[in-house]
């Protein structure tokens, strides 16, 4: 690593540091203000509040800093007539802002991550602290379809991976051939097992001899690889996932037929959008200025602020609107991101060319 990216890097993460802890304490205080009232009084709580909500406005928070940061480091260099210095010791462009996109892509990433953890449900965490759930998490009256059959449970415990008064309906030919009941299922080894199950079985050839079978099994599995986090999220019309949830309900749900488009949309909004910001470093990098003696800073700053805030506003009113079914998330989402890279890699390459 040479002197010159060592002295670049150190500039910056300081100045990327000062702005993520600025905007984490921002958003993090307003929320904690505006629901001060229904937080609950201990003291615990209120730590793990916090935090959740520290974690969640983080996925905001540092793709804007990536980007405010590297604001503030160029103004910093231009003021103190750096710019000129850097070229002057035989440095190009991509020496200067090659070492930031690099970090920004790690930091990115890191952050893509962190949302394969169950740090990604800190939202969620977060809502049950204020509606006083956070110690139970219970589901009712939860019926789907898993391959033929159709399930339906009284009670899901999500946390405990448990689920009681269980009714398992086989399906052949639109026709129930098959029901099991039992009072109490538990997920192990990535499928359910039923504890007493009842299985009635119908005959397939229907006539006056026929009658229905009755048998009881001590355990039976079924249901394999549907994961009580997923049926939970599936049921809840407004639920996030974890990253790598979000790609199992995926592959799951589009085997069963459903409809997958608000799982996909969750996994481009954590994949792809935070890349956002990358072209927008090439820009700002590109409408700086050597010196400052012909440079309205206050203009840049205004911007480059403004600017980074209406595409960041675009593309969250693109995943909301998308979130919400109107919209499919390949045309809605990464359609308008490529769209996006293209636009701003014509606008670096012509201001290149004009300086």
Known sequence: MSTLTKYLLTKYIRNFLIVLISLE?????????????????????????????GFFTLTLALPLSIVFAWIVTLITFIKNNEFVAFYALGAKRKDIFSPIVTLSFILLISLIILQMTPL?????????????????STKSDIFLKYNEHFVYF???????KKAENIHIYKIEDEDI??????????????RWYVID???????????????LTVRNEKF??????????????????????????????????EQQGVNTQKIRTNIYNQVFIPFFVIPLLFLIFAYASLNSR???????????????????GVFFFLFKITSSGVLIPEFSI??????????????????IQDI
């Open 120 to 136: 990604a449900y800190s939202y969620e965490q977060k809502r049950k602290i204020l509606d006083n759930e956070y110690f139970s």
């Open 220 to 253: 039976l599995h079924t249901l394999e690889g549907f994961q009580p986090k997923i049926l939970n999220n599936v049921y809840e019309t407004k639920s996030d996932y974890s990253l790598l949830d979000a790609l199992s309900a995926w592959i799951l749900l």
């Open 294 to 312: 012909f440079f309205n800073l206050g203009k840049f700053v205004s911007f480059g602020v403004f600017g980074t805030l209406v595409i960041w």
């Open 25 to 53: 304490v921002f958003f993090v205080g307003i929320d904690f203000l505006q629901n001060f009232k229904s937080v609950p009084t201990s003291a615990n709580l209120q730590l793990l509040y916090i935090f959740y909500n």
């Open 334 to 351: 990464i359609v308008p991101l490529l769209v996006w890279f293209i636009i701003s890699s014509y606008l670096y390459v012509k201001k």
């Open 177 to 190: 051939i098959e029901t099991i009941i039992a009072q109490k299922a538990y997920f192990q080894n990535n």
């Open 154 to 160: 009284q009670k899901l415990f999500p946390l405990e």
């Open 197 to 211: 199950a009842k299985i009635i079985s119908k005959p397939k050839n229907i006539d006056e001899n026929s009658q």
